[in-house]
């Protein structure tokens, strides 16, 4: 489609410029190094004489006069300008262009080119992405794009990273970029294949995201899927991908002779309870692709299957997915109709994170099944597995793998329709229709015989059943106008104009019922009317919401105007508004403004492509994280036996009228540079906050004991600075070798904290309730680790003795005394990165091609919660399992969080290492054949002992004994490693890629 | 395909139009307006029933049970920093960032998260009784109402001296002395008795409360127990000494009232029965059935706080106190926390034939559900089976796992839920006996005018009356009576022991007797509070 449009613009310009011409008729070919190219432009340079390549690469041209140029083009191509002089034939070899100046981008609301752009968008493309079996479309860009981290700690296929561009750009909204795909907003990522993935535009900097207003402070990523050329012919292609992946770092231990030479209670055997829980993991991947088109239409049909397994047992996903693209054109080319449509089914085993967390800290002596159980041991009551009962937070991490079972299915459905109707050379209108439906439904299941939710352990009560449906619909409407017009050589302009409604419905519910019939194997979820909790009040657990209505409505306009071809100006506005606010306040207006100039137009610098400078300005809001936050509500209080009173009192939260709009103003100033073999590009941004809306303390006494309220209160600033730049070290017929790196740093600091001073992220139980290692200060950066110094050494009592920071002779380290100014604590490391690199490799040596792809981050911390709950050589953890880095200590024999447990996370990583092999085959039935071997997460070097040293960049709060974590995670707590975090895995994968 | 795009074009403008700007905001799963149903009242069942509160009051008595006997809040905060309870830390369990220990050794600071939560509970329940007093109440219902929000602000003067009285919801109040506080308290429980000072011969038909015996719902007697400890501790609260009244009000309740002692003609079945064990009592009678899960219709109680499994969540003891192995004593629903232990000098002050102390104490080797020795794979002793044991060798850092006797007071049933069903009493009818001997004392400053009112408690719990005594041993017996109810830091503070040191605490300054304005609420915006001096 974006090709078809480029096409249409320049012979809209042709047409405006309309030249003279002499009788003359000239043909061709136009081919690349791979052969005969369709769909290249041929054009009388200053005419508006053009036509096409056929299916062939054959041209026929007349009208052209003796002394015209050819100008022959076609995207992703050097053009080419050929005097005609007199020759009848003229055939052309199109060379790669490697700097992709002419490239088409898709930015909001249209396609710009590469080198008019003003704003800060990094377009990333197919063969770019990464490599090895990818589940997730976003894994494609990790580490590609300079300030978007993107980090899944561990390896379970069933996470989705977290994503950040640009640092924190919002606290109570939405924290994540945008997703847009394939013109259309709000819809799932999850129900595009990673292999149906054409091209990912990452829009960064305000002035690039404000015409999509509210949701664009998090950034904005386009997505587009690939599809079919007009006058294609119909190609079938498959792409097979089989995995292997086995548990990569972690955490160290004690071993059974460890753990007893130091007094730890033996009960008879000898365990690795993480090798028990995990597995070599097996996924393969299926990709059928068929493309084709016509002279007016095309298509893309495509079916994914994902059979992925986790390295933990009893984890993975199985997933069908299939979409459908169409493109035509009708009355005269004059209508435009694009059509897509997918569907993606997963049947998720989420398996038990606790499986892998237990696994750390549970007894290497204790036996897996009952029957090794050293003392008489009712095994039927626990499935047939050992339990060490009577231990506060500890259960058979086998028997929670094996026993339990979590698994759902999400089904998300969706569509979208582009009518786009071209009423003169200079001007279309576009209406877009889309409309996403998710279903998810999840159960859990724990039988009679579990002990970990089980309730096995109990004379009665035991089983448990979950169920949790949700669903999501999601609609679209777009209308929108493209005007454009080329008014002199000097000045081109477009404007485009529209209106954007878009609207969410959202139901769940949620059962939760157990005590099921003791001692028969069955699986009582599929059969829960047995349930004895439905005869005893107060026991069944069930909850219900909707939300319907949930509507963003916009209108938005911009204008891209384009002098001398070499200076740029955009500006937009949106005016948004959001059911989410109070009706005083539910507009918002933002407005952006960018330029650019190719300096190098002017300087003509020798060998130099481009030098642009660019500087954008740009706002953009975010809304609340949840709906009715303006609107007081209140609590139903049911009286007893449901014979009592009931009545209403004061609601769940305190209710703020006045919400409005989170605003972010952002300045980016941007250079690129472009030589035949070298490109970089540099930007500098600073982005304030403001109004953000968060949970802030309010006075309870005034409030009704509210003592937090949702307002628009405090400032964040960022500061940063990031670098991509490419160079082609090697570039011949034969070999290839292209390095890229790309470099990213920013600072968060909160200017202002209208909440007040405050610590947040406890670790939690057992025996850490009440310490909150991150602080939150006015004026200082986000993230900072907070806590007492370790001085290195430890009293009589197994005590370390900390340090008197301040030096007062006063040693003050409570919790309770977190923000006194007496207290000798002191920032012990920031969880967010000082600067992340990626850095790219890609060899190509005949039909071969090697790609190396090392990623790292640097100067953030992590707080090791393994070590700073099970690394003392605490006497009452002689029953569970110590955690013994080498940087565990035998003479600290209390739990004090300290600095100690601070740790450098500092890394870098062969994150992918891949090598090709492509065969021409050719023949009647297939074209080529391509063979790759990838592995993912080869090697990692860092001093971290933990399981995984990748940044953590929000935190879920703690959990213990059984329990569940938050479902919001908490982005000013960066830095915690906490206990539920995944095993990473290394993957190797094996691909085959056939052309038909 | 004309029509097709007129179709669509002219589909996009209905909707352009009909939703253009509608951002109106419709809560479906919310309640936005307010309702209130009597409902019927049922009396039935073993564990809840008796008379509860109007519909419209709900909210208002609800505030009330929020931390008055779960962990974290109220009861903590009152308990941990008296000489009853302590909570040690078990080496890698309940350090909790020192926030307890601190608690012990009064050496907390404003920022202690379990002041916060007290405070912000205590204006939460204000918050519910300002919102039922803004709506369509009865006379006698707003009465009520007035007596739960004086009460309330009575914890909160107690606890934190310079508060904010809050009379309407979301209005603003300067910060007051803690005299204004108290004269606010004493004036509120006046006016809605209809007199204007306790004396001998006040007169109550004009107030608008009961007189029957309803223990979930505010009478007359209610608002005069209130009193009388308004009363017995003015002269901390405002410099001037106030025992007569005290001795007044607390006479005019034990006369008037229809209430009598707990004593061993009262019973009821053993919800903690083991069917196995034969040594488990089939009732519990007298003292201990005051605290009993199925004590809702024990004839001392004045003023209860309705806790119940299902409905009225927030007692908690069982999980608080136990160590982990005895939810196999009971078939508790959850594991406990092995949190709370006595302190070894509270518990050994029991006279041994003292019958509260086989009442409020689990001590000694325990047995599981059938009566078998209850194991700890994990004990850090080199017994397995469960034994607490009165000693406790030190707080921090090893406190030992199953050190310290555990309170049982509040005692347990078979099957428990960590939700438990025992009502709390606020005012109980021992508690007047106890606070208007204290009173007649004071007043005439001969401490064996108490007596009588000593004796008869001392009588009730299998003990030899005392001829004469002592304001120590006044102070021991009220300790013995009221353990676990909340009383002891006021108590401790009244008889000027507070700053004194016991185990594992050194002494403690004067300041310390109010604890500090919780940080939180000195940074909340626009609260204009100040801190209390010391802190």
């Known amino acids: 489609m974006k090709i078809k449009l480029f096409k249409s613009l320049l012979l809209a310009g042709a047409f405006l410029c309309f030249g003279y011409t002499q009788a003359q008729e000239v043909s061709g070919t136009i081919s690349d190094a791979n052969g005969p190219l369709p769909g290249a432009s041929v054009l009388v340079k200053g005419t508006t004489n053009g036509t096409q390549t056929d299916f062939d690469g054959n041209y026929k041209i007349g009208n052209v006069g003796a002394n015209a140029t050819l100008v022959i083009s076609y995207i992703g191509y050097k053009t080419q300008q050929v005097v005609v002089g007199g020759q009848s034939t003229i055939s052309v070899t199109l060379e790669d262009d490697a700097q992709a100046l002419d490239e088409i981008v898709v930015v909001g609301y249209g396609t710009q080119v590469r080198k008019e752009i003003t704003s800060a968008i990094t377009s990333v493309s197919v063969e770019d992405f990464n490599q090895g079996v990818i589940n997730d479309a976003t894994s ?85 899927t690939k599809s079919g050329k007009n006058g294609q012919p119909f190609s079938v292609s498959y792409n097979g991908q089989y995995s292997l992946s086995t548990k990569a770092n972690e ?50 049909v495509s079916v994914n299957f994902r059979d992925a397994e986790g390295v933990l047992v009893n984890s993975g996903f199985n997933q069908f997915n299939a979409r459908t693209k169409l493109s035509g054109k009708m009355l005269n080319d004059k209508l435009k109709i694009d059509f897509n449509s997918a569907l993606t089914q997963r049947d998720s085993e989420f398996g038990f994170e606790e499986a892998l967390r237990y696994a750390v800290l549970y007894n290497p002596t204790a036996p897996i099944l009952a029957a090794d159980a050293p003392f008489v041991f009712n095994g039927p009551q626990f499935g047939n597995y050992f339990e060490t009962l009577g231990l506060f937070d500890s259960f058979n991490p086998v028997s929670i793998a094996e026993q339990n079972q979590n698994f759902g299915t999400t089904t998300t459905v969706n569509y979208s329709i582009d009518f786009k109707y071209t009423f003169t050379n200079n001007f279309s209108a576009n209406l877009n229709i889309g409309q996403q439906n998710v279903k998810i439904q999840n159960r859990q299941y724990y039988p009679t015989t579990s002990f970990f939710r089980g309730n096995a352990l109990s004379p009665f009560r035991k089983g448990r059943a979950d169920f949790y449906t949700q669903e999501n619909r999601n609609q679209v409407l777009e209308l929108y106008g493209n005007w454009s017009k080329t008014i002199s050589d000097k000045l081109s302009l477009s404007a485009t104009g529209g209106y954007s409604f878009q609207e969410n419905d959202f139901n769940e519910y949620y059962l939760q019922l157990g005590d099921f019939p003791p001692g028969v194997d069955f699986n009582f979820s599929d059969n829960i009317e047995v349930s004895q909790d439905l005869l005893e009040a107060g026991r069944v657990a069930a909850n219900s919401g909707r939300n319907d209505d949930d509507r963003i409505i916009a209108f938005f306009g911009k204008v891209n105007a384009t002098f001398d071809n070499a200076i740029y100006f955009d500006a937009s506005i949106r005016r948004e508004g959001s059911s989410r606010f109070g009706s005083d306040n539910q507009w918002g207006l933002f407005p952006s403004v960018s330029v650019g100039v190719d300096a190098n137009k002017y300087l003509e610098l020798p060998n130099v492509n481009l030098l642009k400078a660019r500087l954008g300005y740009g706002v953009t809001g975010a809304t609340p994280g949840g709906v009715g936050l303006s609107q007081t509500n209140f609590n139903v209080l049911n009286g007893s036996d449901g014979f009592g009173p009931s009545a209403t009192g004061l609601g769940t939260r305190k209710p703020n009228e006045t919400l409005g709009w989170e605003e972010k103003q952002e300045l980016n100033l941007g250079f690129e540079f472009a030589m035949d073999r070298f490109s970089a590009t540099l930007d500098f941004y600073n982005r304030d906050i403001q109004d953000f809306i968060q949970e802030i303390p309010i006075d309870a006494a005034t409030n009704d004991g509210f003592s937090s309220q949702f307002q628009n209160a405090g400032k964040i600033n960022t500061k ?225 002992t933990g399981a995984d040293p990748e940044p953590s960049l929000q935190d879920f709060g703690a959990v213990d004994n059984g329990g569940a974590r938050s479902l919001t995670p908490n982005v000013l ?24 | 395909m004309n029509r097709l795009i007129k179709l669509s074009f002219f589909c996009g403008t209905l909707l352009f139009t009909y939703a253009c700007t509608n951002l109106d905001e419709v809560l479906e799963d919310e309640l936005t307006t307010q309702f209130s149903d009597n409902g019927v009242t049922v009396i039935e069942g073993a564990t809840s029933g008796g008379v509860l509160p109007s519909g419209n009051l709900t909210g208002s008595y609800n505030g009330i049970r929020n931390g008055s006997a779960g962990h974290g809040s109220f009861f903590s905060v009152q308990t941990v920093s008296s000489d009853e309870m302590a909570i040690g830390q078990k080496g890698g369990d309940w350090f909790d960032g020192g926030i307890w220990l601190q608690m012990h050794r009064h050496t907390f600071d404003a920022a202690h998260p379990a002041l916060n939560d007290t405070w912000n509970n205590a204006y939460g329940g204000i918050g519910q009784t300002n919102l039922a007093l803004a709506g369509t109440l009865s006379p006698n219902e707003a009465a009520q109402a007035r007596v ?67 223990p979930y719902v505010v009478n007359q007697y209610a608002a005069l127990s209130l009193l009388t ?42 919800l903690a029965k083991r069917p196995e064990v034969a040594t488990d009592p089939v009732n519990l009678t007298g003292y201990a059935a005051i605290f009993a899960p199925n004590n809702q219709f024990n004839p001392e109680m004045i003023w209860s706080i309705y806790y119940d499994a299902v409905s009225a969540g927030g007692m908690n003891f069982s999980q608080m106190n136990f160590h982990y192995s005895t939810q196999l004593t009971y078939a508790l629903d959850a594991q406990p926390w092995n949190g709370y232990q006595v302190l070894e000098e509270f518990y050994n002050s029991y006279e041994a034939t003292d019958i509260r102390k086989e009442a409020n104490f689990l001590v000694g080797a325990q047995t599981d559900f059938a009566g078998n020795a209850l194991l700890d794979f994990a004990a850090d002793d080199p017994n397995l089976v469960v034994d607490y044991t009165p000693a406790i060798s030190e707080l921090q850092p090893n406190s030992p796992r199953e050190s310290g006797a555990r309170a049982k007071k509040f005692s347990f049933q078979l099957f428990g839920r960590p939700e438990m069903n025992n009502d709390y009493p606020i005012f109980r009818l021992g508690d007047l006996h106890l606070m208007r001997g204290e009173a007649k004392a004071r007043a005439a400053g001969n401490w064996n005018l108490s007596l009588p009112d000593v004796n008869a408690i001392r009588n009730r719990a299998g003990l030899t009356p005392l001829g004469t005594i002592t304001a120590d041993i006044f102070f021991a017996e009220r300790g013995k009576e009221m353990f676990q109810e909340t009383s002891r830091r006021t108590d401790l503070i009244r008889f000027g022991k507070w700053g004194n040191s016991w185990w594992e605490k050194t002494n403690s300054d004067a300041y310390r007797t109010i604890f500090p304005i919780p940080f939180a609420q000195i940074q909340a915006v626009g609260s204009g509070l100040t801190q209390n001096p010391g802190y």
């Open chain 1, 973 to 996: 707590a960066p830095g915690i490693d906490r206990r539920y975090n995944y095993f990473t895995a290394t993957t190797f994968t094996l691909g085959l890629n056939v052309n038909f």
């Open chain 1, 140 to 224: 494609l860009l990790q580490g590609k794009v300079a300030g978007l981290s993107i980090y899944n700690k561990g390896g379970n296929p069933n996470a989705n990273p977290t994503i950040r561009l640009r640092g924190i750009s919002t606290i109570g909204g939405n924290t994540e970029p945008l997703v847009v795909i394939d013109g259309v907003l709000g819809q799932s990522l999850s129900n595009v294949d990673p292999s149906d993935i054409e091209n990912i535009t990452v829009l960064k900097d305000g002035s690039a995201a404000a015409i999509y207003g509210t949701r664009g402070s998090s950034g904005v990523i386009l997505v587009t």
């Open chain 1, 720 to 944: 940063g600075i990031e670098l991509a730049a490419n160079y082609d070290v090697l570039k011949s017929e034969t070999i290839n070798y292209n390095t890229g790196i790309i470099f990213s740093t920013y600072r968060s600091k909160l200017t202002e904290n209208v909440g007040g001073d405050r610590t947040i992220a406890n670790l939690g139980a057992p025996g850490q309730n009440g310490t909150n290692v991150i602080l939150v200060r006015e004026g200082e950066q986000i993230g900072q680790i907070w806590g007492p110094v370790f001085s290195g050494n430890v009293d009589a009592n197994g005590s370390p003795i900390l340090v008197d920071v301040n030096g007062d002779g006063n040693l003050i380290t409570d919790q309770g005394s977190a923000l006194n100014e007496d207290v000798d604590f002191a920032v012990l490391g920031n969880g967010i990165p000082d600067f992340e690199l990626g850095w790219t490799n890609q060899l190509t040596i005949g039909k071969w091609d090697i790609n190396a792809f090392f990623r790292g981050a640097f100067g953030h911390s992590l707080v090791n919660n393994f070590r700073a709950f099970y690394e003392p050589r605490i006497g009452s953890q002689s029953s569970y399992n110590f955690v013994n880095t080498s940087l565990a200590r035998d003479d600290i024999r209390t739990a004090q969080f300290s600095s100690y447990y601070v740790e450098k996370a500092d890394f870098i990583r062969l994150d992918n290492l891949s090598v090709g092999y492509n065969f021409d085959i050719n023949n009647n039935y297939i074209k080529n054949i391509r063979l790759s071997l990838a592995g993912q997460n080869l090697f990692t070097i860092t001093n971290y």
């Open chain 1, 251 to 300: 955490i160290e231990t004690m071993n059974r002779e460890q753990f007893l030479a130091i007094g730890g209670t033996d009960l008879g055997a000898d365990t690795n309870w993480r090798d028990e829980v995990t597995r070599t993991a097996l996924t393969t991947v299926h990709n059928v692709a068929a493309v084709g088109g016509t002279d007016d239409a095309n298509y893309r």
């Open chain 2, 148 to 214: 739960i929000r004086a009460f309330q602000h009575f914890r909160l003067m107690d606890l934190f001296g310079r508060i904010k009285i809050i009379t309407a919801s979301g209005v603003d109040a300067p910060q007051t002395s803690r005299l204004a506080a108290f004269n606010f308290v004493e004036s509120e429980l006046l006016a809605v008795l209809g007199i204007t000072a306790v004396s001998s011969t006040m007169d109550l038909s004009s107030s608008a409360l009961g007189t029957e015996a309803q």
């Open chain 2, 229 to 270: 400890k308004l009363y017995l501790n003015a002269e901390v609260y405002s410099g001037t000494a106030r025992f007569n009244e005290a001795d007044i009000a607390a006479t005019y309740v034990i006369d008037n009232g229809p209430y009598m002692l707990s004593t061993a003609s009262f019973s009821v079945p053993n």
